[in-house]
């Protein structure tokens, strides 16, 4: 599984969001791949709903609560993280 990134929707964001899409989209990146490696290491069989939901749980944990607060992810591709996850584990 090649590494996850966040990349923003500029048409979604307001003026001040947009000066600070690279650092916002840095600091989202790193705290989803910071959440992968930890929900991969600790995965134990869970489906992936739940991988899914500790995914999401653990980037946000990862964040400023400012930043959490107002993290909205695609949840189709947050998903698409746990089924490699759990796919990685079973192969």
């Known amino acids: 599984m090649s590494e996850p990134h966040v990349t923003l929707d500029p048409s979604g964001?307001?003026?001040v969001q947009q000066k600070l899409r690279g650092p916002l989209e840095d600091q989202l990146?790193?705290?989803l791949q910071a959440a992968t490696e930890r929900v991969r290491a600790g995965y134990a069989g869970e489906p992936v709903?739940?991988?899914c939901r500790r995914l999401l749980d653990e980037t946000r944990a990862g964040l400023h609560p400012d930043?959490?607060?107002g993290f909205n992810p695609d949840m189709d591709e947050f998903c698409r993280v746990a089924v490699a996850?759990?796919?990685g584990a079973t192969s």
Do not use: F, K, Y
């Open 67 to 69: 930043i959490a607060a």
């Open 29 to 31: 990146t790193s705290a």
């Open 85 to 87: 996850i759990v796919r």
């Open 13 to 15: 964001l307001d003026p």
């Open 49 to 51: 709903e739940e991988v």
